[in-house]
């Protein structure tokens, strides 16, 4: 048996090619998606795990240096064979050294793998637990978008499908740009929207950062629905891999007395099948059918659209320092306060 070893990749050839050839969930270990966070001012590392000469693993790490305790996030990650116990062990216990060595108080994965007790059951036994609070979409729904219009449609419910034929003699229009400049446009949608469900909102620093950064390959656009030149509801969509994903998005109050969004959906959608992609990701919906779910609204939206409902496996934690404590317990307490 060959002996596993961790070395820092610094080719962005060789971290995405085997990334994509691993089928990835979403663009969350991308290395775009590590640059855009590293123009917001993050600390970035990529790790790969080497069987012998064989690349059979890839982490990358995005430090996060919050007031609750300076962590590092492994969204979408770590990218390995989760059957493979002592892979697993390995790249638990060598992220685990690097967090020591730079006295991070916790490390937080979620890595695209379907939720299950048994994957639950291994990390229990490598010392992790579930994450008070939930990171980067873990529930969503997936539409298969390589069939044609009429049976997407057929699909939808029919108050859905309405709406968006409706919506096309309405005077809408979709603006799709690539300029970072231009998504100061969402930036202002998003506070109208941060308003009506007050949330904490993204900087537009991180909105500039992925049209920069995914842009240079072709994987972002920017989406503006407009009626009469007035800027009604905006998107960023990233593209990576076989899919799309609705990452960002915000709505002015006025759209929601309108089918804007309806709209700008359907055409996205569109987009996304003459770009050759087979899925569209909605990112995020309630875990629930609760309706006093804070995110309750937006999951029905959605649902009427279609899709597959994934769920992926739950944000686990794994506490480096003993100060970690006072994190879950503040997490703790916000997740119950704002209904998460």
């Known amino acids: 048996m060959s002996k ?3 070395r820092e990749i610094s080719d962005k050839s060789v971290w995405e090619s085997f990334l994509l050839s691993q089928n ?14 590293r123009l917001v001012g993050f600390k970035v590392k990529r790790f790969g795990i080497y069987d012998g000469s064989k690349l059979v ?17 492994i969204p979408g990650g770590p990218v390995i064979d989760y059957e493979n ?4 062990k390995f790249t638990i216990d060598s992220i685990k050294e690097i967090a020591r060595k730079e ?8 890595p695209d793998v379907i939720d299950s007790e048994k994957l639950r059951l291994s990390f229990s036994e490598l010392g992790l637990f579930s994450a008070p609070m939930h990171l980067h979409g873990e529930h969503t729904l997936i539409l298969d978008v390589s069939k044609d219009e009429e049976e997407i449609l057929k699909n939808m419910r029919k108050t859905t499908r309405y709406l968006i034929k409706k919506s096309l003699n309405e005077g809408y229009k979709i603006r799709i740009s690539t300029n970072p400049k231009d998504t100061q446009i969402l930036f202002d949608l998003q506070k109208e929207t941060v308003k009506r469900h007050r949330f904490v909102g993204f ?14 390959n072709d994987q972002s656009l920017l989406f503006v629905c407009e009626k009469n030149g007035k800027p009604l509801v905006a998107a960023i969509v990233i593209f990576y891999g076989e899919k799309a994903f609705y990452h960002h998005s915000g709505s002015a109050n006025v759209a929601r007395e309108t089918n804007a969004s309806y709209f700008t959906q359907w055409q996205i959608i569109r987009k996304a099948k003459e770009l050759g992609y087979k899925y569209y990701d909605f990112w ?28 992926w496996v739950h944000a686990q934690d794994l506490a480096i320092s003993p100060f970690y404590w006072l994190t879950f317990i503040f ?5 119950v306060v704002r209904r998460l």
């Open 24 to 37: 990835p969930g979403t663009f969350l270990q991308s290395w775009n998606w590590g640059e855009a966070n």
């Open 331 to 335: 997490e703790t307490v916000r997740r």
């Open 4 to 6: 596993l070893a961790l």
């Open 103 to 110: 006295n991070i108080w916790f490390i937080r994965i979620r």
């Open 85 to 88: 116990k002592r892979l697993l």
């Open 284 to 311: 995020g919906i309630a875990p629930t059918d609760d309706p006093k779910h804070r995110f309750s609204g937006v999951t029905i939206f959605k649902k009427g659209f279609g899709g597959e409902k994934v769920d």
């Open 203 to 216: 900087t537009p620093r991180l909105f500039e950062a992925q049209l920069e950064t995914f842009g240079k």
């Open 57 to 73: 693993g890839a982490v990358q790490l995005i430090h996060q240096p919050a007031k609750r305790g300076q962590h590092y996030l």
